[in-house]
T-cell receptor, first 112, second 111 residues
């Protein structure tokens, strides 16, 4: 049930763009994105519900393709503050599916 | 208001001893989650409490792990007869809606 994230790690220079992908083998109700900086707690970025919507947070946006059970996180014009590990979390469709399962994370490093 | 509070922040124990980890959620949050974070393994789901409903214990790795939530507020995660592979950061999160608020975690080291 654990979603699969790719890539595992990425290094960017300031101003470059990146895409982080998240996929599931099960039908999803929602996809959640969190960022964790080193030594800190994960912090909520955004949630996408089934319906194919796209949301944005600063220069970070995401999409959810419910037919493919995939979500992508887009980071544009990256800043040093974007460095951290990004986790996608998924909730499955169906009654009683309240468990939020996270992927193994994507470590993003933005360098000057 | 205060965020999610976890204690202790660090715990060093000897193999075979029992440990209790505490989580104080944000007031009014009905849902509470426990996750385990090991190096390179992401956030591993352990258990989920929602109001007065029976908890979802499907993520507990063995019967040495248990958790309770008293009065719909404070939660305690207990690990009995600790093993070295239990060493990890244990994170608690609470929510009222879809958004989870995480605590800073308890770093558990089993020697």
């Amino acid at each position: 049930q654990q979603p699969v994230q790719s890539p595992q790690a990425v290094i960017l220079r300031e101003g470059e763009d990146a895409v982080i992908n998240c996929s599931s083998s099960k039908a999803l109700y929602s996809v959640h994105w969190y960022r964790q900086k080193h030594g800190e707690a994960p912090v909520f970025l955004m949630i996408l519900l089934k319906g194919g919507e796209q949301k944005g947070h600063e220069k970070i946006s995401a999409s959810f393709n419910e037919k493919k059970q995939q979500s992508s996180l887009y980071l544009t014009a990256s800043q040093l503050s974007y460095s951290g590990t990004y986790f996608c979390g998924t909730r499955l469709s169906g009654a009683g599916s309240y468990q939020l399962t996270f992927g193994k994370g994507t470590k993003l490093s933005v360098i000057p | 208001g205060a965020g999610v509070s976890q204690s202790p922040s660090n715990k060093v124990t000897e193999k075979g001893k029992d440990v209790e980890l505490r989580c104080d959620p944000i007031s009014g949050h009905t849902a509470l989650y426990w996750y385990r974070q090991s190096l390179g393994q992401g956030l591993e789901f352990l258990i989920y409490f929602q109001g007065n409903s029976a908890p979802d214990k499907s993520g507990l790795p063995s019967d040495r792990f248990s958790a309770e939530r008293t009065g719909g507020s404070v939660s305690t995660l207990t690990i009995q007869r600790t093993q070295q592979e239990d060493s990890a950061v244990y994170l608690c999160a609470s929510s009222y809606g879809q958004k989870l608020f995480f605590g800073s975690g308890t770093q558990l080291s089993v020697l």
